[in-house]
Structure formats: structure tokens, C-alpha cells
């Protein structure tokens, strides 16, 4: 029976379900108060998701000839908790009241606590609960990929880009909130920044544990460098956009966020270098104002379209998804993961949320 992406994304979120009740159970024996955790952590893993990084890390193995099994779905599992471990983190450095429409987990846990009545300040509470629930979830990622009953060989394999991919993440991170410190990011370095911060634990990575899982040689892995570089880029790219220009209805994000945070993308950066000095002017005023205003999330979007920037950044998407899906083609893969990933490919880069 052929395997579809829509088969893998279920079996991973039973993967995640059955495995999280066990350390759920783990925690309430440690003290009743970390119940507090529970609906916070099924919320950062259950609830939705596209499984972006385990379906990349599972047909990456697939094309490579590994069999389906649920080692593998364990495994692919487990980069999603890395990936809400990174969300977690990520809202309380930006102090972001939502993801994927429902409030952040520091929110969630804020409100919990002025719900109880309970004393001292909500909102510290709320961000040091969430750093050590994102640092749970950081520790059980590493344990459910070494439990997930891959063979010896492929689970040593897998730590060691395992160990990499969450190097690239922190790193990627720190290259973000430092951005904006050191004033107008020229566009070389926001790409360099979108690269780490995301596209390659997105693509690259996941790819490569799939492969390690495989066995596969290194010419599969070379193959899926120069197919995931360019692909993670568009990603990335396409979250950029989307930081500006999306329906909240549909990111589950405030409008304009990414505007009021100052975040020093590709699409600021080639804003400022195609704007006039008037436009450069506001960008230099409004960017970054965390009380920005409809109006003024307008003029900065307003400023991006009528400069060129929107149009630059969506050539520059068009052009990595084309120049990856021609490496997809000629790469040494098995058919049918070569079309899974062609579709995964362009579902990641092609989307609204």
C-alpha cells in the first residue's frame, strides 16, 4: 500500500501522543505542581502543526531506500519536539502573545496563574515556566530519538546530526535577536540569518538524520544539501512575508508582528536598499516601534510593495524552489520519496501559514 504524507503526519502525532503520556506520568510523580505543565505541553505538540521537519526527515529516508517502519516514525517524531521547544523560546524572546491562534505558552501560563490567584507576577512566572517547559521539551526530543528502536549503527548516526541541527538552531536564533542591536542588516547577512535561524533545521537537517537512518552515501547527502539550501531559504523567505503581509485569521499571528519586533529580514533588507531617502527615513522611524499602529504597519507595507521588495522576495522564492526541484530530479532517490519530497518541497515554500 503506497504511503502518503497525510499517513505519516497522523502516525507521527500518535507517535508524539503515546510518548509524551509516559513522561506526563513520569512528571506527576515527581509533584503534583507540574500538572500546571501538562496542558501547555500538549498544546505546543499536539495542536496542529504542518510536521514539516519529520516528514522531511522521514521521506529523506524513504528516497534513500530505508524501509517504513515505526523506528522511523519515532524518529521523525522527535524533531518536533525540537521544533516546539524552539517556538517556546522563541515567543518569549519576541514576547509574542500567540501562536497558531491560540495565546503563547508564556501567556497561557501567566493566565493560569492569575486564574489560581496565585502570588508574585504573573507574566515572570509565565516566561520562566515556559523557558523550562521549551527546555523539557529540548531533553525529550534527544530521548525519544534515542528510544525510537533505530539499529545501533543508524542511532549513532542520527545523534551526530541530531548534535549539529541543534547547534544550527541556537546559533541561527542568536543571529536573529542580535540582528536587530547592530542597526540595517544588509541583505547577504538576513539571508545568512534565515538560513540558520531556519532553513536548515527545517530542510537540511531533517533530511540528513532521514538519510542517516538510511545509511545512505554520501552523494544522497550532497544531493540533499543542494536540493534543502535553497528550499530552506524559500522557506524561510515565504515566513518572512508572511510576517507582513499574512491573514492573523490564518497565522494564528498579530498582524504587521514581525514589523513592531524590527525583525531585519531579506524584505527589510531589500526594502532599504531600493527604497527612496523618504522611505528609508520611515523605516528607520516606524521598524522595530512595538506601538505601532494599523496605520502604520500600512505605510511600512505600503513602503515594502511600492519599492519592489514584496516582487524581489518572491522572484528569489520562485528561483531556490526552482533550482532545488531541478537537483530533486536528476538526485540518486528512490522514485516515490523523489515525488514525496517534490510536494513537500513545494507545500513548505507555497502556503499561507
Known sequence: MKVTSVDVRARVGLALENFLADYV??????????????APLQASVLAGGKRLRPLFAYWGARAAGAPDDEPLIRAAASLELLHAFAL????????????????????????????????????????AAAILLGDLLLVLSEQMLATAGLSAPAALRTRDVFATMRLELMAGQYLDISAPTRGGVPLERALRIAQYKSGKYTVEAPLHLGAAVAGAPAAVIDAYTAFALPIGEAFQLR?????????SEVTGKPSGEDLREGKQTVLIAATREQATEAGRALLVERL??????????TALRELIVDCGA??????????RCTHALAVLEHAPLTTEGREALRTLAIAAVDRRA
Not at 513520569?26 to 507540574?34: F, I, K, Y
Not at 501562536?99 to 502570588?119: E, K, N, Q
Not at 514584496?310 to 528561483?319: F, Y
Open 310 to 319: 514584496r516582487d524581489r522576495v518572491e522572484k528569489m522564492i520562485a528561483e
Open 288 to 297: 522595530g516601534d512595538p506601538g505601532l499602529d494599523e496605520a502604520g504597519v
Open 239 to 247: 515566513d518572512d512575508l508572511l510576517g507582513v503581509f499574512g491573514d
Open 25 to 38: 506520568a513520569v512528571l506527576g510523580r515527581v509533584g503534583e505542581e507540574l500538572s500546571d505543565l501538562e
Open 88 to 127: 517556546i523560546h522563541d515567543d518569549v524572546m519576541d514576547g509574542s502573545d500567540l501562536r497558531r491562534g491560540r495565546p503563547s505558552a508564556h501567556r497561557a501560563l501567566a493566565s493560569a496563574h492569575r486564574v489560581a490567584g496565585r502570588h508574585g507576577d504573573p507574566d515572570r512566572y509565565g516566561s
